[in-house]
């Protein structure tokens, strides 16, 4: 499995960024994807996660009601929508797949993520 982000920036606070992520070197496994993001000095953390089928996702409440994780297979990419983006926000963000990525779940827990993409940096600043 290999990862690659796309779409980091920075932006003004109340702005707007798209995060893309494409996978490639899949052996026909249905997988999950997921987004974390680590700030300067602090633990990476979840973000948002979406299943094989895309029609189950999981967001970190910092990321709900701003944040749209979506996916589409034929492209085996996943996008990252986020709006209304803050200062708090500023990071590198990380796509992931977990290392069971034959279950198709979409994990919250960054212990069972094994495979990363080289992150994108997003700013947020005025």
């Known amino acids: 499995v290999q990862l690659q982000a796309f779409g980091g920036g920075s932006v003004l606070p109340g702005g707007s960024l798209r995060l893309s992520c494409a996978e490639s070197g899949r052996t026909n496994s249905r997988i999950a994807m997921a987004w974390f993001r680590q700030a300067p000095g602090k633990e990476r953390e979840f973000v948002s996660a979406?299943?094989?089928?895309?029609?189950?996702?999981e967001y970190a409440d910092s990321a709900k009601g701003r944040f749209t994780i979506s996916r589409d297979n034929a492209k085996n990419t996943v996008w990252l929508q986020m709006t209304s983006l803050k200062p708090e926000d500023t990071a590198v963000y990380y796509c992931a797949v977990p290392r069971n990525h034959a279950s198709g779940i979409a994990y919250t827990e960054l212990i069972e993520y094994g495979y990363w993409g080289q992150g994108t940096q997003v700013t947020v600043s005025s």
């Open positions: 979406i299943n094989w089928a895309g029609d189950k996702s």
